[in-house]
Structures are given as structure tokens and as C-alpha cells.
């Protein structure tokens, strides 16, 4: 088989890929390791830049987010007994889209199918070839039986656990990595949000975020041991932990009930350079990972489709391979920036193992600066609405 690009990963960045490709008239197959069903299982982070709702709308996948995303005017930050709501329309003069990723992922998939997108699932033993010189392929099994895709291009969207990043050189490849000494336990709860913005909790006993899905579906998140399991959390536990995290007004509030699901994730910055090796180029959790703090790891995987999906456009249609060569440069300058406002986030929120009593004052003095100084909420809000791309 041959094709123009050749997607490994059918998560949100490989489709959204194949989607905008799609439209400028290139040609790609997007191979999957698991089902369409189990990609869609995974819950993600759910808040939306304005970057990223106007690439789906570009990808024919805007429909559902335009009618039931929830746009967010503003956050509220709170540490101790500080509550301190950052006003996005105020300081940059837009907003953010609260619409869960999963969702995301199956308007992608629905727009791709009803355009015969080109799929295969449970692919099996990915390998990408000669991507160092003109005529690279990958191989693969699927059943049992063995194919190989001839291709220009090759996409390495098969997120962190992906075979991409590891097909390049180690001595080309450099690798930056931050593991953060907690985890979030996050649920799931068919009840209505405690309040009609995200609030970003810090409290002497460590983080907290309330956000949400829908007006009957919210999210919550409690920081919690890297060790633990979900399994050693009652619903009710959960609940009083957050309840003594949240400013008290909120947690007086709060509609509890059972958790429809529960799980943890670990907290890690990562990014390996470059992110093109040849006709290989990496994209979205395949090249970087940032800690939830601040949402941004679907928006920043959408800034590198962004430039990928331009670069390729730029090279089929005028065959002019510059943005192709400076894909790596472009993407990584804004990666860096998220990795920064992520890291800054999750510093100045949770409470680390080895804190001392000066750490904690630097974080209060933070909070405090925030608080009186529009200058730096401004700065807060730029980086949570999107740098421009
Ligand atoms: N062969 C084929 N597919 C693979 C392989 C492989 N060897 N390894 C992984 N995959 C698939 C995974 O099954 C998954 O569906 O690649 C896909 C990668 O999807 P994600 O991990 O979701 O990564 P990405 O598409 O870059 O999405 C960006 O934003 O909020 C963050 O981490 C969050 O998923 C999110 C990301
Ligand atoms: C979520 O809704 O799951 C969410 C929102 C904001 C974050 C992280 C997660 O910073």
C-alpha cells in the first residue's frame, strides 16, 4: 500500500492530522494499536484553547463543540484562604472551551469516517524505516499477517509509549524530564459542578481542582500519594478530602453522589528534541508530556498539528519544504512555553514532600503578587487562553 503521510496513533493529534490533511486534498492512513472503542475509553483533560476549537471547526469537527462546549470567561485560583478569580475576556479578550477530550475524539472519528477516512486498528509490531531518506515505509501486522505502507511522510502521534520517539537516534535524540513526587486521583460524578468556573484549590493538606463536563457531570481531582491506588479511596473519602481542600463556601455547596469513575494519574514534564528526524516527524504526547496543572496537553499536541499540518500543506501544494525543515524549531519554541506554565502551575499549587517552611512563604509572597498585581494576572491568563501560534 502506499500514501502521502503515513499517521501512527489515531488519538487526537494523529486525527486531528488526518483530518486537516484531509481537507487540503493529501492523503494519509492512520494506523492504531488498540480499537476505536478502547481509544475512546480514555478520559483526558477537558478545557479547550481557542487555537485548537478553531482547527476542529477547520476539520469539519466543530459542529457538537459549537453547540454544547461551555465557554469559560475566567478561573479562580485559591491558596489557603485567598480566593482569586483571573478574568480571560479582561486580559486578552477571549476565552477557553470546557468540552471533555473524549468528546473531542469521537467528533474527530465521526469526521473522518463520513470522509472514508483510512484507518487500521489493533495494529500490531509498528516499525518506521528510512526515514533518513526519500523513500521511507513503515511496517506492521495486523491478524497476523504483515503489511507494509510506502509513504513521504511519517507522523509519530503514538503518544508517550509510542514507537516514534524511540525510531530516532539516540544520539540525536535529547531528553528533558521532570517526575513530580505526587499524583492526582481524579473522578467522575453525575452532579452538577460546585461553581460555574474551574477552581484551582491549594490548602495546607495539598491540591484540589473542580471542574466539569456538563451541567450534570463534573470532574474533581484531589492530589495524592504517587503510590496510592483508587482502590484504597471510598467515594465518601474522596469527597471529605476535597471538601478540605476547596474554599469553605464551595464545600458547603458541593453535591456529592457515586463516582462513576476513579482513577490516578502521575505528574511528569517531559520533552525530547529534536521533533523531526528526516521525513519522521513527532507530535503531541509523543515528543512532550506537562503535569494537568493548567490543560494544556491536548492544546499543545493542536499547536503541533498545527505547524505540521501547515508544512505539509505548504510543501504539496507549492513545494516548498521550509516549514517542513523548521517544524522542529516552530513547535518546540511553544511546547517549552507550556512546559514552563505548566511547571509554574503545579510549583505554585501543590504541597511537596520535602517543602520547607521558606518554600511555602515563596508560594504564599506568589499568590499574594498575583492577587495585587493585574500585570500578573495577565500573564496568567495569556498562558491559560493560549499563546497565539
Ligand atoms: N502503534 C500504533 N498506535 C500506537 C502505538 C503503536 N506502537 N503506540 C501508541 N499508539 C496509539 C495509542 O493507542 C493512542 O491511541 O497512539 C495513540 C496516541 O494517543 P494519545 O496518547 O492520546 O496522544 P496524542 O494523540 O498526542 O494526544 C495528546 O493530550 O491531554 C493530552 O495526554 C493527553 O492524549 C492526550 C494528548
Ligand atoms: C479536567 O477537566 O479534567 C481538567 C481541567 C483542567 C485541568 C486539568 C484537568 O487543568
Redesign the pocket.
Known amino acids: 500500500m502506499r500514501t502521502q503521510v503515513a499517521i501512527?496513533?489515531?488519538?487526537?493529534?494523529?486525527?486531528?492530522l488526518s483530518q486537516l490533511l484531509h481537507r487540503a486534498g493529501i492523503e494519509s492512513v492512520v494506523?492504531?494499536?488498540?480499537t476505536k472503542d478502547?481509544?475512546l475509553s480514555?478520559i483526558?483533560?477537558g478545557v479547550l484553547e481557542v487555537g485548537l476549537v478553531d482547527q476542529l471547526r477547520a476539520a469539519g469537527a466543530g459542529a457538537r463543540l459549537d453547540r454544547d462546549g461551555i465557554i469559560h470567561d475566567g478561573t479562580v485560583i485559591s491558596y489557603g484562604d485567598e480566593q482569586i478569580r483571573v478574568d480571560f475576556t479582561e486580559h486578552t479578550g477571549t476565552h477557553v472551551t470546557v468540552y471533555g477530550?473524549t468528546e473531542v475524539?469521537r467528533d474527530l472519528y465521526d469526521a473522518r469516517e463520513a470522509m472514508n477516512g483510512n484507518f487500521a486498528f489493533n495494529?500490531?509490531?509498528?516499525a518506521i524505516h528510512d526515514t533518513d531518506t526519500n523513500t521511507p515505509f513503515v511496517t506492521?501486522h495486523v491478524d497476523g499477517s504483515e503489511h507494509r505502507l510506502d509513504c513521504d511522510y511519517v507522523a509519530g502521534?503514538?503518544?508517550?509509549?509510542?514507537?516514534?520517539r524511540a525510531t530516532i537516534p539516540e544520539n540525536v535524540r535529547r531528553e528533558y524530564e521532570k517526575i513530580y513526587p505526587f499524583g492526582w486521583l481524579g473522578i467522575l460524578s453525575e452532579t452538577p459542578p460546585v461553581h460555574d468556573e474551574l477552581i484551582y484549590a491549594s490548602s495546607d493538606v495539598g491540591f484540589a481542582l473542580c471542574s466539569m463536563r456538563n451541567e450534570n457531570l463534573s470532574r474533581y481531582y484531589v492530589q495524592c500519594e504517587i503510590t496510592d491506588s483508587p482502590d484504597n479511596w471510598s467515594d465518601d473519602a474522596f469527597w471529605e478530602a476535597l471538601k478540605r481542600r476547596i474554599p469553605e463556601e464551595h464545600a458547603t455547596n458541593l453535591v456529592t453522589g457515586p463516582s462513576i469513575e476513579k482513577s490516578i494519574a502521575p505528574l511528569r514534564s517531559f520533552v525530547s528534541e529534536p521533533m523531526r528526524w528526516g521525513r519522521l516527524f513527532l507530535?503531541?504526547?509523543?515528543a512532550h508530556?506537562?503535569p494537568?496543572t493548567g490543560?494544556?496537553?491536548?492544546?499543545?499536541?493542536?499547536s503541533?498539528v498545527h505547524y505540521l499540518s501547515q508544512a505539509l500543506i505548504q510543501f504539496y501544494t507549492a513545494n516548498d519544504s521550509e516549514c517542513i525543515e523548521r517544524y522542529s524549531e516552530k513547535a518546540l519554541a511553544r511546547v517549552w512555553k507550556a512546559e514552563r506554565f505548566s511547571w509554574w502551575m503545579t510549583s505554585l499549587l501543590h504541597r511537596f514532600p520535602d517543602q520547607s517552611a521558606f518554600d511555602i512563604r515563596m508560594q504564599q509572597a506568589e499568590v499574594a503578587f498575583l492577587r495585587d498585581n493585574t500585570s500578573a494576572q495577565a500573564v496568567l491568563a495569556q498562558n491559560y487562553v493560549g499563546l497565539p501560534y
Open positions: 501512527i496513533g489515531g488519538g487526537p493529534s494523529g486525527l486531528l494506523l492504531e494499536r488498540k478502547y481509544v480514555r483526558r483533560a477530550q475524539t495494529v500490531e509490531g509498528v506492521y502521534c503514538d503518544g508517550f509509549h509510542g514507537v516514534s507530535c503531541g504526547d509523543a508530556i506537562v494537568p490543560a494544556k496537553g491536548l492544546n499543545t499536541a493542536a503541533d
